[in-house]
């Protein structure tokens, strides 16, 4: 059960327990969703799962992420639905729907408040979110950005939008922020890009020094944009740090699908598992799992899907699991590296290709 | 025209060809001019060092060899009675290199004035191709210069429209959502327009039969029909439904042969393997009948299909995504062969029993019924169009 993990800190497991906790609840929620959810049923009959042959979490089967958007999935009646959370996509681009519970959403909120306090204490923090408050009222845009605002809402205190609409940073606010905050602890959050473009360019053309010395910043959805821009990841801590004293950054990685669990950066810059979710490496040639240190397909497994059948799911984000249970800052568990989205292939031949549905 | 010449790069031809090109006269179907062209437009080829790479530019230089030609003239008796119908707009598809020749040299042969508009992805064949063109109109064949425009431009609906409504002909190499943006522009009234839509294909292979054939041979062929285009070619194999008695034998065989050569020839990339992974569970969610074979793995994934439906194709996928058949009888087939359905290539079997197949039952599908491993051949018929004569016209004289 759920409650067994929350007796324990969300990084205090190692290889041998984590396992072992985790395969007998993950094979509960395998169960659980056979049982719920007639398509995720045929899912499992048609890759020829059986329950005895699982060794490890690495045999539970894997659901590929992307059939969120072509199916509706629940696992529980329609009327128990508490609310629906979209990924992220373009305009025209498919959505994934996942439909939460209230049980489900409050694990969700209990465990993104577990994990997030290991790293900046238990006291709820005010929060200056780089994103204009409309991206979540507006349904359309209601994506990734919204959910991820809208899960650390709940371990804030006060949370100010600091962008206008038209994405111009809002001085006045900002300025406010600060002033009230002074001198304390507070969360900076914002995507990467965002963070980087509409915030740090911005403050930096005004030619003065912020003190955030004592702020997290905390960000998330990748760094290829600003790979674009040749700035790596430390020029980016660095100039942050220069600028605004900054010195605590937390970047995460995280999706939709298994929105409380969050894959959260030390101040070693590894992005570390908790107990509550893992990552397998699978080789793309035949989805074996891969060693440490190898590259390949993420699958991402979560214990908290409960109203959906989203508790290991095939990513289509390539990655690295660096090293487990050995990370300098003594948290325990995998720590990993996210590569990005898997590259698009350029196929040849005349028809439509089957991913060009989802662009 | 309102074009405005900036916005069309122009590979082969110039902006006053194009606007010329309403008083052009046609040619007769095979007239002279035409076949001497592309028989030196092979040797032009063929000499160009670049071409050793390019199977492809290679195939295509040996279809419009001088032999090839005369040999494609003596199966067109009615030629004397044809002639073009004019402008022919030729709009390329985006991942098949060489294409775009293929789609001229028929319309060259029914004597048209051609617009050629090929992807904006940069290919190397391409490049081969209009050099060689340019080299003959800037030699010896200057007066079919006005025949020819070769040209690439940004999506623009002005210019599509432009362009179609001085044409004759209009062909339209899908996907299906191409077609359906160039429609949009409008034909003349007399204008004819042939379209080229999203297709799969069908294999096959008498289980007894190929274990007596040559399966290294077979092995190299199916590959061609399937991997060489990434399975995503119309022509290629979605499915191979096995026949006779030793099918599981045959298939044990069959899969290893192939799994050799994907292995040293194919690159599969790690999206691929999640994108056919995808439409295996997408599938799998929608029907009872489907279950991933053990034997398969990401390099070829194969699905065992219990039941044949109509709606089995519309989890297709390529880069070595198999569905796979076992029929106690040939006509079990019979569903799937749709609107959709282009090929049969068997191996094996009776050619004739499938013609009669596809005639008894009337279905609606299959243009081609060839033999396995020739599905990629270069032809003058294609997609149930006699190509050269749909792009002619013929003068009734009397008998």
């Known amino acids: 059960m759920i409650d067994d993990f929350y007796q324990l800190n969300p990084y205090e497991l190692n290889k041998n327990d984590k396992e072992i906790l985790l395969r007998k609840e993950l094979m509960l929620l395998t169960e659980f969703h056979r049982k719920h959810c007639a398509e995720y049923s045929s899912f499992l009959n048609a890759v020829g799962y059986k329950e005895e042959n699982v060794k490890s979490v690495s045999d539970i089967p894997f659901f ?76 359309k845009m209601f994506s990734a950005r919204g959910a991820a605002i809208i899960g650390l809402n709940i371990v804030s205190k006060e949370t100010v939008y600091v962008l206008n609409d038209d994405m111009s940073l809002n001085f006045e606010k900002l300025q406010n922020f600060l002033d009230k905050y002074k001198g304390q602890r507070f969360i900076i959050f914002g995507f990467t890009f965002m963070v980087w473009q509409h915030f740090y360019k911005e403050l930096l053309k005004l030619g003065k020094f912020f003190d955030m010395s004592e702020a997290f910043l905390m960000t998330g959805g990748g760094w290829k944009k600003l790979q674009e821009e040749a700035l790596s990841r430390n020029d980016f801590k660095d100039r942050f740090k220069k600028l605004c004293g900054i010195k605590h950054f937390l970047d995460h990685y995280g999706m939709v699908e ?57 990513t289509e984000d390539e990655g690295i699991v660096i090293g487990e249970d050995n990370c300098p800052c003594g948290r325990k568990g995998k720590y990993i590296e996210i590569i990005g989205r898997l590259k698009n292939a350029e196929l040849r031949g005349c028809s439509d290709t089957y991913a060009d549905k989802f662009k | 025209m309102r074009i405005n010449s900036n916005d069309i790069e122009f590979l082969v031809g110039n902006f006053d060809v194009l606007n010329n090109m309403p008083n052009v006269p046609v040619l007769p179907m095979f007239s002279d001019k035409a076949v001497d062209f592309l028989s030196e437009l092979s040797k032009e080829l063929l000499n160009d060092k670049r071409v050793r790479g390019y199977i492809d530019v290679i195939s295509y230089a040996y279809w419009i060899r001088k032999s090839s030609l005369v040999t494609a003239k003596n199966k067109h008796p009615d030629h004397k009675n044809r002639l073009g119908r004019g402008i022919a707009f030729h709009i390329a598809p985006s991942n098949v290199p060489v294409n775009f020749a293929v789609s001229m040299t028929s319309s060259v042969l029914a004597g048209n004035i051609n617009i050629i508009r090929v992807s904006n992805k940069q290919f190397e064949q391409v490049n081969i191709i209009s050099d060689a063109i340019n080299a003959l109109l800037n030699g010896k064949f200057s007066n079919l210069k006005p025949y020819f425009c070769i040209v690439r431009y940004e999506h623009s609906n002005l210019i599509t429209e432009e362009l179609s409504s001085i044409c004759d002909v209009r062909i339209i190499w899908g996907g299906n959502r191409t077609i359906e ?24 292979i008498n289980s007894e039969k190929y274990l007596q054939s040559d399966i290294k041979k077979t092995a190299k062929g199916f590959y061609t029909d399937t991997y060489y285009t990434d399975q995503n070619a119309c022509s290629s194999p979605r499915i191979v439904v096995w026949t006779g008695g030793k099918i599981k034998e045959a298939k044990e065989i069959f899969w290893k042969e192939l799994e050799i050569l994907v292995k040293n020839d194919y690159d599969m990339k790690p999206v691929q393997a999640v994108d056919k992974y995808n439409s295996f569970c997408s599938l799998a969610m929608s029907s009872q009948n489907v279950s991933l074979n053990k034997q398969g793995n990401n390099l070829i994934m194969r699905i065992d299909v219990k039941k044949l439906t109509p709606n089995l194709m519309d989890y297709k996928n390529g880069g070595g995504y198999f569905f796979e058949y ?37 279905v609606r599908g299959v243009d081609r019924i060839v033999p396995l491993g020739e599905t990629m051949g270069l032809e003058f018929i294609w997609d149930g169009y006699k190509m050269i004569e749909n792009m002619s016209r013929f003068v009734y004289f009397g008998e």
């Open chain 1, 64 to 139: 590929p992420v992307r059939l969120f958007k072509e199916y509706d999935l629940l696992s529980v009646n329609r009327e128990d639905v508490f609310k629906t959370m979209t990924s992220s996509g373009t305009t025209g681009q498919a959505v994934s729907k996942i439909f939460v519970d209230k049980e489900t959403a409050i694990s969700q909120q209990k465990v993104m408040i577990k994990i997030l306090s290991d790293y900046w204490g238990k006291k709820r923090l005010p929060m200056l979110v780089i994103d204009t408050h409309s991206v979540l009222k507006d349904r």
């Open chain 1, 258 to 314: 298994q929105t409380g669990c969050i894959y959260a950066e030390c101040e070693y810059g590894h992005l570390h598992a908790s107990i509550y979710s893992d990552v397998i490496i699978r080789d793309p040639k035949d989805f074996k799992p891969l060693d440490i240190g190898k590259k390949g397909i993420m699958q991402v497994v979560s214990v908290l899907p409960h109203s959906y059948p989203g508790h290991s799911l095939l």
């Open chain 2, 181 to 204: 943006t160039i429609r949009q522009a409008k034909l003349p009234p007399r204008g004819i327009e042939m379209t080229f839509a999203d297709r799969f294909s069908v294999a096959v």
């Open chain 2, 326 to 362: 076992d029929a106690k009888n040939i006509s079990e087939i019979v569903p799937i062969l749709t609107k959709q359905c282009q090929t049969i290539s068997f191996l094996g079997e009776n050619k004739e029993e499938i013609k009669e197949l596809v005639f008894k039952n009337g």
